[in-house]
Every structure is written in structure tokens, then in C-alpha cells.
């Protein structure tokens, strides 16, 4: 992303990247490999590495001339380890999705890739091999998390199924971070008669430095899946800042609390399923939780995809769910201010959502309340306002995330279509996602 | 005493790096960095050694993973935040130290760069809790004049200070936050031939009178640490880490220089004696022997369920206890390459091992090992992991010592020696720090800086001659110290005379360092302008404040008022003077009258011991000889 003016002139001096150049502009002389640039700073700007290892940026003015001294060392390429079969481990398989945790940096021009190969993984984190045998690597593309959609959820839950019903423990799925409570919840549904571990599992740090915390969490991720007796969708990521253990965390209540911190995964309105140490104890920490059996799993990956997530708030238009329903949208997620409210009667008059509500209502489109306060239940009989909204028939679903009520309303619509019983559906507990009793200690962990 | 011509001779090659910190909050975060609080919480991690661009675990990074160490950060509130935690990307470049860094580079005659880029140098001794440290080149190709010579400059940085170490405790290390991030210049100079050692540490110096200068650098304990490269000629290049004080500097480089020369010296012994690198055989587990030991050390090790580890090293029996420099034995030496590995170091067989209650086992093992009479013995005891390697590391070592001295990186101690710390990184170990964008640094900017560089230090010392009547000698002295700035801003914001600010700051600190023993270099530049205010306002008298300023470093969070008031040191009026002196007379008047003027001296002692420290002792003389004329006069027309 040179200015033109300077492509020009590395072409005419046959520079390519990679290459060592001399940059002479006046009396300064400056050597170094040729980089390309990032798309911050002066495009003007000519960026070399000097030999010390530092680069800087030497503007290209007329009258400096460039010149190609000879082509550099080949960069090496990341080195791949292959999994030796150790019989006396826990076979497990890994499905790599992208993210993070699967990124490498470029070391000559600082970009960051995604990992070509699964394997580049296991050379991230060698203690893997003497944790877990791993039995296969599976990988159906490498997209960062917030590029993901429905149909790649679908594709990872076809994936998933296959390997469970294989002679494996327990899969691992690495992915990015940012949406990867919505892909757990997703598995959650669309994998039926779980009967192992699914652990998900990214980084918050790139792994190309000395505080990569990827490692640790896919160790303990590895554990998760060999060794517990946990059937069960989890996200398994750093439980605190510091290098101890990770908490494996449904993939229903799971939530990325933090743009940056290790532990930014947090179960919200349930304690986290276990603490998983990376030497592979696994302390239980939650006493419901669906069992290691020997059924065979399926993926059910209906899907609507003609759903959408809304949010509530002082001044807000309600006109955003007309567009939906003037669209042909089936399912529509209202994120609510408190237990689930929104503006209804304001000064205002045309701010309320009742009219926009009740038209939805009358052309069978799904409509589903949620909190954005996070933590607690909705509930629609405490103040006026969600009383009536209730009674024009949004349905309340109790302790259920935004994220996860989302997914689920895609889920079930792509079931159903038939408003009683999408109602009675997103009410049942299907994958935890609703908890009956709100446990005192679930609040902030 | 070796001479220039000596250094000459064996090809002494030297380079400097200079580490300033400098004024303000830190680098790449909005903390303050005033390193005064105590720590609020603690977070534990480890490192990983990672891949760098040729695919291979750097040297120096693959030797800290396999020590598998535990790094303990220790949090303070107000002095860290997620950047240091390594929770939160950093923030943009501070502009304030970027500036102190552009105006360092530009008194030192370097050339700034069009546009700077922040790069990730990788770190994993646990220092940085990143795994790296953040670094970007400012200027390049400068100079600085030497005796008529221009000494070349080769590279001028700025970077984050790492985490300061609490505890090394082997396989976990404590580390304070407060200290990561903290803005540093660093300034590289190129290769200095043909200098002594004397003058290596005069041109050091001289960067620090350059750095200091600016006015935007920082003082005090830990505010500047040199690196020193050092090598000679069929010697290698050895990197020495942490030189605190700018003195040492000439020691450090004699010792590496002795210490190279008797390294290749033993080389060149031992080949003669026909030892070679296949003599040497991996070390072996020996738990066994020491089961029914009377050795204190080893027998504490095994209790707590250590091993022990042997080796016989070939042909360097009677070796161990020879000197390499003065301070560093070879057993020494061999005992920090297992001391890197966490355990406490290594017995030999020529150590007093009768006093060890150590000889029957070394008989036997001299057996076991099948070892001559001309191999060294040792042992390492610790836990099994560590024991193992650290007894590796020992015979790895002592087979290098058939090729003279290794590359590596070495810590400077107090005493002017050294000790081994790791072997030198490679070159495979920057790469961008992509969180931070690349920084054009436009030209108006660098040349309004330029504008208005402060005085070059010879102005300086100029100006306080000629302007401010300081004796030359103390001029100097005022500019090469630590105190510059802070004498400069007194002499601002004070009416005192600038002679007793500066004999204040360059020598009465000093005296009380030397005389009380206490560490008056952490007492805060705050805290000496409010004594100085205090004189200036009348609060207390010059007098007291060395007083005040002794029990200031002793207590740095009292104040000068309730110091002065513990001291008993609040000053009297004039009046109140006059009224001491009147009694005081009263009080002795038979002596008075008896000796008459030869009775000032009495007197004044008298009267001193009740005033000393509360006015000035010249007002004291004065209106004691006035008092006694007067009191003298009328008695005699009484008399």
C-alpha cells in the first residue's frame, strides 16, 4: 500500500519485497529488507528492516534513489509437528476454525495469518502430545469469529457429529473468541443426543509471543474433551488472569465479558461446569450438568436464518422492527431494558413499540424478550409496561442470554414455524439455556 | 596497571548502551510511574519460548523455557493497569517522552527517522510480562565530540523499562509492575577501538551529561543501567547486562577483558594437555551415595525430595579455584551456568571436603565415575528436573572452555565482576508491534524541537560561572550531576543564593550518604525543592537543613515542617535572639565582667547551643558582639 509515486519507484528499480534495498537521499544512506506497508502511516514512507532487527520508515522525496543490492534470506515456514500415535493417551479430535489462537505472525513484515495447517497448532502447544492422542484434524475453513455465519455453525455441527461417533473422547474446536459463545450455543441445539465433551477454545493472545495464552486453554480444553465425564457444549478459556486453570463453561450460559482480558469468558446466570487445571485435574463446580454416555449423536442443523437481534433503549425508534417484518423477517430477539421492557407509553406517543409489537405479532413473526442487563430474569408481571407487552404476546424467556436466544429462535423456527409452539419451545430447556433457580452465587463470577 | 597501548594490543572492541529513564507517566499506558505505592494483588504466569521467522526457537528463549519458570507480578494501583497485566493492547506512543527522546537524539547530533515503528524485542526471562519488549528506533548516525575525536552514535531508542525483580527464588520469580513501561531512552554507540577502559567509562559519562541535559530525564536509584558489549581479540563477544552505576564501567570492562584472557589462556592449557571435548561424559545420578551424607546442604536437598547429580570434568582438577579475574574463581564461574538453573550451585572436588564432610563420598564417586586424578568432581543437588540440568549446563560449560570464551549475555554484580545469565539471543527476535500504527514524524516537528534544544553542558557550565558567580569547579560539578535540573528549577522558584543550592545538592547530599549511610538518592526531587522553599521562606534557617534533609531520607512521607518541628528547629525572630542573648550575658555576668571582651567566645557558645539550626549563625555573632559592647560599656561607668 505504497503511494503510487513510490511503487513507481521500486518497480523501476526492480525492488520487491523482501528483497535488501539501499536507500540514498542526499548524504543519508540507509540499507535494509524491503516491507510492505500497513495501512496506517505515509504511504510515502519506504519501510526496511535495518540489520539490528528495527524498522523504520524512510520517506521517498524526488532525487532519493533506490537501489536492489540482492534478494534476502528466505523466510522459513512454520514448522508442522506431526502427532505420533501414543496408544497409552486419550484419543481426542480437533476441528481448527481460525482465530487467534490459530493466527501466526509473519515475522518480516508483522502481519498476522491464519495457521494453514491444523498441525501448526501442536507445535504451539507440545505439551498436547503427552496430554491427549490426537486422532484427527479436521479443518473446513479459517475464518476470524466475527466472519462467521448460520451455515458455518452448520458445517462445524456436521463436522463435530461425525467425529464423536468415532472411537474419539471428546472433541476440541478452536476458534476466535468473538463470537464464540454464539457458535457454542449453536452446537448446543444443533448437536442431539450429546454424549461427550465438545470444548471450544480460543486465544486472547496471539501466539507469537511468550504470554500466548492459547496454550494453556487448549491443553486444559484437551483435558476437558479426554477426560471428563461432562457431555456437554463448553467453552474452555483462562478462569482468572493468572496462568492456573481454566473454567469449562456451558456453552448456553457463556458469555465474552472483555474486550482483552484472558478471562474474559464468563458464565453468566450459572456456575462455570468445572475448573480444569492444565496438569489435567478437573474439579466439577456445577452439579447439573448432562453425563458421558454411548449414544449416538446427530447434527439437527435447521436452521431460519431470517432472525434478527434488536435492542431497546431511551429514544429508540420503533420502526427497526416494521423494517424487520416489512422484510419478511420470522424471528425477531428484543433485547429489553430491565425485565424485559420497552419504551410503551412515552411523551412521545410515536416512540412506543406496542403498534410495531402488535403488527409483528398479528403476521406470526416470533417475537422473544430478553435483558440486556446480563445477570437475572426476565419477567413481564412486575411493571405495567411489559405486561402489556406480554399480553400482545412477546415471549418472556426467562434467564436466557440475548446471544444464546438468538441462536435458539433460529433453531426452533427452522422446526417450527407455528407460533405456540416456537412459544413452547423457546420456553422448554433444551441445552441449559434456561436455568429454573438462580443460584445467590452465580452473580459476577 | 595496563595502558592504553595494552587494550590496544589484544583488540579491546567496546560497545556502549546507555538506558535513561525519562520524566512523566509511562510509555504505552496513562499510569503514573512514581514508584511509591505498595502492591494490592499478584498474578501468576509463565512463558513460552515461541517460533521466530526462521522457524527455530531462538537460543536464548528456548534456554528460559526449559526453565519452566513461575513469574509472580505484583500489582500496584495507581503504578499499573491492563497494559502492564498484559490484559489490554497498548495505548498510543506517549508524546511527552517522545519528544525527550527526539530531543536526546538531536544533542546527540543523530538523525531522526522519517516515520517510526514500534517492534516487539522477545523477552522471556519474565521481565516483561508480554513476553517482549516494546521498542522503536527514534534517530540514527550520530556523534558526540571526545578529546577532539568524534565518537559514533549508532542508534538512539525509546522503550518500556521492564518489571523490576523482588525475589528470585529458582524456579519462581517475583516481579513489581510499577516499573514495566516506564519511558527509557537507549542510546547505542558503534564500536569504540582503541580506547581504554578509563575512557570507555568518561565517554559513558559523557552520554549521561548529553542525556541529563535535556532536562527531561529521570534520577535516582535504577534511573540509568549500562550495557556494555565487550570483546577481544580470539575472544567473543560477550553482552554484560545492568552496569547501575556509570563508575563501574571501567571496572567491569578490565575484569571481561582478564576474564577473556584467562579463558583462553586455560583453552590453549588444556588442549596442551591433551583434553578433549569427547573426554566429557554426560553427568549421572549419584541420590544413592549421599543417602547416609553428614553434609548439611545435601542433606536438606534429599529430605525435601531432591537428587544429586555428578560429573567428572577431564584434566581440570586443580582448576577450580583458579582466578579468572579478580573476584571470579573457574568453580565459580561453572557454578552460575547450574545456578541458572535454579539450584544452588555445585560442590567440587577442589574444595576443603574434609570441612564438607564430603570425602568419603567423593572417594567413592571418583570410583564410580571412573575419573583420574587429574578430573574435577562435582555435584549438584536439587530437584530432580532442575539437578539434572543444571549438572548438563555445568559439563556443557566446562567442555566450552576447550575453545576459550563463549558468547554470552552476563549480569553485571556490585563488585565490578560478572555472572552468567544466558547464552546471546539471535537476531531472530523483533517483529512489529502490530497494535501500534507507524508513526510519521513530520520534519517542521523535528525542527521545532530542534529550535529550541536546551544549552549543550559546556554552556551550561558557562553560564552558572558567569551568571550565577558558582566557582567553576562547582559549576561542573552542578552539570554532570544527577541534579541538574532540580538545582535549575531551585534556582528559579528560590531567592537563595545559587552557590548554597548547588554545594546542597552536589555535596551536602552526598556527605550525608557517605557520613549517615542513608540512601539520600531515593529522597524525591519534591521533596528537597520544599527544603529549599523552607529556607527561602524563613522556615527554617541554612543552617538546619542538612538536619532536615538527613531526617527527610530517612522518613521521605513527613514533611519539612513537622520535621523542623521534631527537630526543634523552628526559627527564632531577631527579638527572640536578642532576648537569649540579654539572659544569657545576665546569666554569666561575673565572667563577663571579669575577662570583658575575651568573653565573646563563651558567650556565643552559650548562646548558640540554644539558637543553633534556628537563624543564622553570622545574625548570632553579630548582635552577640553588639549585646556584649553594649553590656561592656555601661558596666564600666557603673564600675
Given amino acids: ?445 | 596497571m595496563r595502558d592504553k597501548s595494552f587494550y590496544r594490543s589484544i583488540g579491546l572492541k567496546c560497545g556502549l548502551e546507555i538506558h535513561q529513564r525519562l520524566k512523566g507517566g509511562k510509555l504505552f499506558c496513562s499510569c503514573r510511574s512514581t514508584l511509591s505505592e505498595e502492591p494490592s494483588l499478584e498474578i501468576i504466569r509463565k512463558l513460552r519460548a515461541v517460533y521466530g521467522e526462521l522457524g527455530v526457537v531462538d537460543r536464548a528463549a528456548a534456554f528460559e523455557h526449559m526453565r519452566n519458570r513461575k513469574f509472580v507480578y505484583k500489582y500496584y494501583p495507581s503504578e499499573s493497569c491492563l497494559v502492564e497485566c498484559d490484559e489490554e493492547p497498548p495505548h498510543q506512543v506517549n508524546k511527552e517522552a517522545l519528544e525527550a527522546a527526539i530531543t536526546a537524539a538531536l544533542m546527540l547530533n543523530a538523525k531522526v527517522v522519517d516515520e517510526i515503528h514500534v517492534m516487539r524485542k522477545t523477552v522471556i526471562d519474565g521481565s516483561n510480562t508480554s513476553g517482549f519488549q516494546r521498542t522503536m528506533v527514534i534517530a540514527l548516525d550520530g556523534y558526540l565530540e571526545y578529546k577532539g575525536e568524534k565518537i559514533p552514535i549508532a542508534q538512539v531508542c525509546l522503550e518500556e523499562e521492564a518489571c523490576g525483580i523482588l525475589e528470585d527464588w529458582g524456579d519462581t520469580v517475583v516481579y513489581r509492575l510499577d516499573r514495566l513501561g516506564i519511558p527509557l531512552v537507549e542510546v547505542s554507540t558503534g564500536l569504540l577501538e582503541g580506547y581504554s577502559p578509563e575512557e570507555i567509562q568518561e565517554i559513558a559519562l559523557l552520554i549521561g551529561v548529553t542525556l541529563r541535559s535535556t532536562g527531561k530525564v529521570r534520577r535516582g536509584l535504577g534511573s540509568t543501567r549500562q550495557d556494555l558489549n565487550v570483546s577481544i581479540s580470539g575472544g567473543s563477544r560477550v553482552e554484560i547486562k545492568g552496569v547501575q552505576e556509570l563508575e563501574l564501567i571501567s571496572k567491569v570492562v578490565e575484569n571481561e577483558v582478564e576474564r577473556q584472557l584467562s579463558l583462553i589462556k586455560l583453552a590453549k592449557e588444556l588442549k596442551e594437555a591433551g583434553v578433549r571435548e569427547e573426554d566429557f561424559k554426560p553427568p549421572m545420578e549419584v541420590t544413592e551415595l549421599f543417602s547416609e551424607t553428614k553434609n548439611r546442604v545435601i542433606k536438606r536437598a534429599l529430605k525435601s525430595g531432591g537428587v544429586v547429580f555428578a560429573a567428572a570434568l577431564p584434566g581440570l582438577s586443580g582448576f577450580a579455584s583458579r582466578e579468572l579475574c579478580p573476584g571470579l574463581t573457574l568453580g565459580k564461574e561453572l557454578a552460575y551456568h547450574a545456578r541458572a538453573y535454579g539450584v544452588g550451585g555445585i560442590i567440587h572436588s577442589d574444595e576443603d571436603l574434609a570441612k564438607l564432610k564430603l570425602e568419603d563420598e567423593f572417594k567413592k564417586l571418583r570410583e564410580l565415575l571412573k575419573a583420574g586424578s587429574r578430573d574435577l568432581i562435582f555435584i549438584v543437588a536439587g530437584p530432580p528436573d532442575r539437578a539434572a540440568e543444571a549438572s548438563r549446563a555445568v559439563v556443557e560449560r566446562a567442555k566450552q572452555l576447550l575453545n576459550g570464551p563463549p558468547e554470552e549475555t552476563r549480569a553485571a554484580n556490585p563488585d565490578g565482576t560478572t555472572r552468567f545469565t544466558r547464552p546471546l539471543p539471535g537476531a531472530a527476535r523483533m517483529y512489529p508491534e502490530t497494535d501500534i500504527p507507524p508513526m510519521p514524524i513530520p520534519r517542521e516537528y523535528v525542527e521545532s524541537i530542534r529550535a529550541s534544544l536546551p544549552e549543550h553542558w559546556e554552556q551550561k557550565v558557562k553560564r552558572f560561572t558567569e551568571q550565577l558567580g558558582l566557582p567553576r569547579d562547582l559549576a561542573r560539578q552542578v552539570v554532570w550531576s544527577e541534579y541538574l535540573s532540580l538545582f535549575e528549577e531551585a534556582v528559579e522558584k528560590t531567592r537563595l543564593p545559587p552557590t548554597l543550592i548547588a554545594s546542597t545538592l552536589v555535596s551536602t547530599l552526598k556527605d550525608i550518604k557517605r557520613r549517615d549511610k542513608i540512601p539520600v538518592e531515593q529522597l524525591p526531587d519534591e521533596k528537597i525543592m520544599e527544603a529549599l522553599l523552607a529556607v527561602d521562606g524563613g522556615k527554617i534557617s541554612k543552617e538546619a537543613l542538612p538536619d532536615v534533609l538527613r531526617e527527610l531520607a530517612k522518613s521521605p512521607g513527613e514533611t519539612v515542617q513537622a520535621i523542623a518541628a521534631r527537630l526543634g528547629i523552628k526559627p527564632i525572630t531577631l527579638e527572640e535572639l536578642r532576648e537569649i542573648i540579654s539572659s544569657t550575658i545576665q546569666d554569666n555576668m561575673e565572667v563577663v565582667l571579669e575577662k570583658r571582651e575575651r568573653a565573646l567566645g563563651l558567650i556565643m557558645g552559650r548562646v548558640m547551643a540554644k539558637v543553633k539550626g534556628r537563624i543564622d549563625g553570622k545574625v548570632v555573632s553579630e548582635e552577640v558582639k553588639r549585646k556584649l559592647k553594649e553590656v561592656l560599656s555601661t558596666s564600666r561607668v557603673e564600675a
Wanted: proline share 5%.
Fill in chain 1, 1 to 445: 500500500m505504497y503511494s503510487p509515486e513510490v511503487e513507481k519507484a521500486l518497480e523501476s528499480a526492480g525492488a520487491h519485497i523482501g528483497d535488501i534495498i539501499r536507500i540514498q537521499r542526499g548524504s543519508e544512506v540507509y540499507e535494509g529488507i524491503l516491507l510492505p506497508r500497513s495501512e496506517y502511516g505515509d504511504p510515502s514512507c519506504i519501510v526496511i528492516k535495518l540489520s539490528s532487527g528495527y524498522n523504520i520508515g524512510v520517506k521517498y522525496t524526488p532525487g532519493t534513489v533506490i537501489k536492489r543490492l540482492r534478494k534476502a534470506a528466505e523466510v522459513g515456514k512454520f514448522p508442522a509437528k506431526k502427532a505420533e500415535r501414543k496408544p497409552s493417551l486419550p484419543p481426542v479430535s480437533l476441528i481448527a476454525t481460525g482465530g487467534t489462537i490459530g493466527s501466526r505472525v509473519d515475522y518480516v513484515t508483522g502481519g498476522v495469518y491464519m495457521c494453514v495447517k491444523p498441525e501448526e497448532l501442536l507445535y504451539l502447544t507440545p505439551e498436547l502430545e503427552d496430554a491427549v492422542y490426537i486422532e484427527r484434524m479436521r479443518s473446513p475453513f479459517l475464518v476470524a469469529s466475527e466472519d462467521l455465519t448460520p451455515d458455518d455453525w452448520k458445517e462445524i455441527a456436521e463436522i463435530a457429529a461425525k467425529e464423536l461417533n468415532t472411537d474419539v473422547r471428546g472433541v476440541v474446536i478452536t476458534h476466535g473468541t468473538d463470537t464464540m459463545h454464539y457458535t457454542s450455543a449453536a452446537l448446543s441445539f444443533m448437536l442431539r443426543n450429546l454424549s461427550k465433551p465438545v470444548a471450544l477454545v480460543g486465544a486472547q493472545r496471539s501466539p507469537d509471543r511468550g504470554s500466548f495464552d492459547g496454550a494453556m486453554n487448549l491443553l486444559c480444553a484437551a483435558h476437558y474433551a479426554a477426560r471428563s465425564d461432562i457431555a456437554e457444549v463448553a467453552i474452555v478459556m483462562h478462569g482468572e488472569s493468572s496462568d492456573t486453570y481454566c473454567y469449562a463453561i456451558r456453552g448456553t450460559k457463556a458469555r465474552k465479558m472483555h474486550t482483552s482480558r484472558r478471562d474474559t469468558f464468563r458464565p453468566i446466570n450459572d456456575l462455570p461446569l468445572a475448573r480444569v487445571w492444565p496438569d489435567g485435574r478437573i474439579e466439577a463446580l456445577n452439579t447439573k450438568y448432562r453425563k458421558r454416555g454411548s449414544s449416538e449423536v446427530y447434527a439437527d442443523t435447521a436452521f431460519e436464518k431470517r432472525v434478527a437481534i434488536v435492542k431497546a433503549y431511551p429514544g429508540s425508534d420503533p420502526e427497526v422492527i416494521d423494517y424487520y417484518v416489512d422484510k419478511g423477517y420470522r424471528g425477531i430477539v428484543i433485547e429489553g431494558t430491565g425485565f424485559g421492557h420497552t419504551p410503551v407509553y412515552p411523551r412521545a406517543e410515536k416512540l412506543s413499540w406496542l403498534p410495531s409489537i402488535k403488527r409483528a405479532v398479528e403476521e406470526s413473526v416470533a417475537l422473544v424478550m430478553t435483558s440486556q442487563a446480563l445477570y437475572g430474569r426476565t419477567n413481564p408481571y412486575v411493571y405495567r409496561n411489559a405486561r402489556v407487552l406480554k399480553q400482545a404476546g412477546v415471549v418472556y424467556v426467562e434467564d436466557m442470554l440475548t446471544e444464546v436466544a438468538y441462536v435458539k429462535l433460529g433453531w426452533v423456527l427452522g422446526h417450527t414455524q407455528d407460533p405456540k409452539e416456537v412459544e413452547s419451545l423457546m420456553l422448554t430447556d433444551i441445552a441449559g439455556e434456561i436455568s429454573s433457580r438462580t443460584l445467590f452465587n452465580t452473580y459476577l463470577i
